[in-house]
Every structure is written in C-alpha cells, then in structure tokens.
C-alpha cells in the first residue's frame, strides 16, 4: 500500500468511528503532513481519493469538511465490502438460518399485491430463455417474499444478501450447476412455496423454504 493509500485508510477510519463527523471541518494539509510524517502531495492525493467517494468536500479559502452525506456513503460502503467479501458458502449458511424465520412474519403481514408480485416473479423466472435472467428472477421472488415481511430491516438484509449472489463466485457455482432439469425443480419448489404462503400455511411453507435451500446449497456446494 503507498503513502497516499494508506493514509486514506486512516483517515477513512477517523470517518467510520465518528472522530469526525458531517459538517466538521478536517485539518489543514500541513496539519495532516506534519501529523502522519507525508508530504502536502501525498496529503493532497489521499483527500482526493475521499473527496471522489464523496465523503469529503474542499472550499478554496474555507477548507476541508466531511461531507453532509458521509454516514450514508460510509453505510453503503461496508454494504458492499461485506458483501464482496461474503462466500457462496457463507451466504447459504445465512439464508438457511434467515428465510424460514421469516415465515411466520411474511404471513403475518403479506397482502394481495406481495403474492402478485411473488407471481409475477415465478413467472418471469419461468419465462426466461437465459441463466442470467433466471438467476435474476429468482434472487428477486426471495427478495418479494422477505419485503412481504413489511420489516424494512429485514429488507435491507435481504437486498445485501443479492448483491452477494451477483458476484462472479456466485455465478461461476450456478452455472455449474443449473441444469435444465435442476431448474425445472426450482421452479416447482417457488410455485410450492409460494401457494403454502397464500394458504397461510406457516409450518409446510417453512419446510418447503428449508428443503428447497438445501436444494440448492446441494447442488451448488455438494453438501
């Protein structure tokens, strides 16, 4: 890591735990040269890093300030760390504890329009003449089904847990794995799941969840 990285990463920890908070103003780049033993270049480029990120803004004659914004920009940037440094493994474990806990709560709160949009993702899934686009509507029907939970906690969890599955790992696994008949049988256990749901069927939609995850940590991870 050069000079100018590595102070970034200090100062971006200063951001995370709070030292500096949206609004403040930051020292000067003297302040920060003399402080970490780097020249005002380095000073220079390690703030433009963070000032790209936009956790930063500069006012020529006023200074440097943490931007307005800065808790969220940080927020979405360890979202997106976490989830790149999330293993296909990791996030079958996660959904295997998590999707069947929701189930109670999804069919405590799910109206009309979240099995229609349920529907429309089976439906969808099922029309789609690509693996990619399967894989899309697929990760969606899970998506609708914890939204049906009306939790928006839980949501986010579950917006997180997509953006795992849209990385190159993830993809690699399923296309190994996703044959047509395989797929075929995805789509049989959604349909299931789904209808269990509409019945209101707590316990036979929780086993379907687990059985039809098993389903696939099987097929994708061998285990």
């Not at 504890?97 to 949009?117: Q, S």
Request: net charge positive; charged share 30%.
């Amino acid at each position: 890591m050069d000079a100018a990285a590595a102070l970034r990463e200090a100062l971006l920890d200063k951001l995370i735990n709070r030292t500096w908070r949206p609004g403040q103003r930051l020292p000067t780049e003297r302040s920060l040269g003399e402080q970490f033993g780097l020249s005002r270049s380095t000073v220079r480029r390690a703030l433009q890093d963070l000032k790209r990120q936009r956790l930063i803004t500069q006012t020529v004659g006023s200074g440097t300030y943490v931007a307005p914004r800065a808790d969220q920009v940080l927020a979405e940037l360890q979202r997106r760390q976490a989830g790149e440094a999330t293993s296909p493994a990791e996030l079958m474990a996660a959904r295997l504890v998590l999707e069947p806990a929701l189930i109670d709560m999804v069919i405590g709160n799910a109206t009309p329009a979240d099995f229609a949009r349920m529907e429309e993702c089976n439906d969808r899934a099922e029309a789609a003449t690509t693996l990619e686009e399967f894989e899309r509507w697929d990760a969606a029907l899970h998506e609708a089904i914890a939204d049906a939970a009306h939790n928006r906690f839980i949501s986010s969890v579950f917006r997180l847990m997509n953006e795992v599955r849209a990385q190159g790992e993830w993809g690699v696994l399923k296309r190994r794995s996703a044959t047509p008949e395989r797929r075929a049988e995805y789509q049989r256990e959604h349909r299931a799941l789904v209808a269990a749901l509409r019945e209101r069927d707590a316990e036979r939609a929780r086993a379907l969840c687990r059985e039809h995850l098993v389903h696939v940590r099987t097929s994708m991870l061998g285990y």
